[in-house]
């Protein structure tokens, strides 16, 4: 599973920015409908997304730059182990 963390925008008409350039192409879409605002500790999981031979994406939000400290980014991380955990996915 591919795991990348997405940053809420400081402003509400203003889209999430995702950490990954090729990907943020790839879900321009689900970033302008807000499907991925960036919140702190969002968590979304794109089963069966095939990206650059990732079967599965895992997206958490990181929040605010404003907001961010040691301890969210901490959390943000650990949200992200459990959302893998979940997908149940097996080492090859």
Request: net charge negative.
């Amino acid at each position: 599973a591919l795991v990348v963390f997405s940053k809420a925008a400081a402003e509400k008409d203003q889209n999430a920015k995702l950490t990954h350039s090729d990907l943020a192409k790839t879900l321009a879409e689900a970033v302008s409908e807000k499907t991925i605002t960036g919140k702190h500790l969002e968590t979304v999981v794109y089963r069966e997304f095939n990206f650059h031979n990732f079967r599965h994406l895992v997206i958490v939000g990181l929040g605010k730059d404003a907001d961010m400290s040691h301890e969210t980014v901490r959390q943000s991380v650990a949200a992200a182990y459990e959302a893998v955990q979940g997908l149940k996915v097996q080492e090859t």
